[in-house]
């Protein structure tokens, strides 16, 4: 005998998610046990909830519970602006600085030449899609991770859309706000030197 | 706009597990939305299962789904000796060794004079009442954690127990097997020299 079986398996579905080892797990199950029942009913609600309620916005791609997304179908959004991202997550990092008031595309995933991911495996076909049917837009901007697989999804997209008249633009690389000259590894201070404002 | 109400509220019930910031549970909530059905509906089942189902042993605090618990009503146990721990978890550290075949008694918690826990707070009394009930029993092992809690209730125990003639024990202390002794701290390196064995 180790665990009861309803811990047991409690633990086990803990173990499933990401980054979660078995120990964590198990702590995470006997804190379960100990919170009110109200919380546990709602924390298993919210779990059926989430799952049955979200859903992809057919537009572009973004997890939401009304499709058309509430970006998609708010008309005082800039219809003439669509930021690429990789997943919603990104979405949810952009609205949080409430600067940018564009469209979005949500890709789900990278271009990953290593991992035997082509462009036919993202959400990459609807974007060209969107921007021959959406005749309003004139400019892209891709915010991918500054990771190889974000710079070769990157450089594909702009491949593609470049000769179709559109202009693409990326997010700048430079040092991150409140970070360490000392620090920086040298491919981000080099493109800080390119890519140098003036004062 | 940040997230949709359903995986909001899934990052909320995430956000309140212990060690679980807002960034981890959103992790977590995006994880779970792209899990299986039937994954997510098991995992919501365990939750409610494991609530619903769990009990403390009537007799030894145990965390359990039949009361008395396996360990207590297991007649092949050793019925003379009890080892007492602070919680359900330690008990299933000391059956993972299989060497340990007496009986249990958990405290749920420790005597903290610093955070105002006294005796009266943790599963105590009920320990002192099994003594006097159990006549079979002449060895309590203390087996609480190294810490200055831990210490704290493993003296009030003995306290208790040494005048009623019963025969009280904790675990040794040295160094932990694989250690380095260059790496030791001092307090272990004392207590492995005091009680070194021979060979």
């Known amino acids: ?13 803990f173990a499933k998610l990401p980054g979660i080892g078995i120990k964590t797990a198990t702590r995470l199950a006997f804190y379960t046990i100990g919170m009110k029942d109200e919380e546990v009913n709602d924390f298993a609600k919210n779990l059926l909830a989430a799952k049955r309620e979200l859903t992809y916005c057919s537009i572009c791609g973004n997890l939401t519970d009304v499709d058309p997304c509430n970006i998609c179908s708010d008309d005082s959004r800039d219809q003439s ?8 997550k990104d979405v949810s990092a952009m609205e949080k600085i409430q600067e940018y008031h564009g469209l979005y595309h949500v ?14 495996d993202i959400n990459l076909k609807k974007l060209l899609t969107r921007l021959q049917e959406e ?11 500054t990771t190889a697989d974000g710079e070769a999804t990157s450089m594909y997209i702009s491949r593609v859309l470049k000769p179709a008249g559109i202009k693409v633009t990326r997010l700048a690389r430079g040092l991150a706000v409140g970070s360490d000259i000392e620090y920086a590894d ?3 201070l080099l493109r800080a030197i390119e890519n140098r404002t003036e004062l």
Chains 1, 2 share one sequence.
């Open 135 to 145: 005749s309003d837009i004139n400019e892209v901007i891709i915010a991918t991770n």
């Open 107 to 120: 890709l789900h995933g990278l271009i990953s030449p290593m991992n035997g991911v082509g462009p036919d």
């Open 81 to 88: 602006i669509i930021l690429v991202v990789e997943d919603s």
């Open 1 to 13: 005998m180790l665990y009861p079986t309803p811990i047991a398996k409690l633990i086990e579905s």
């Open 186 to 188: 040298e491919v981000t």
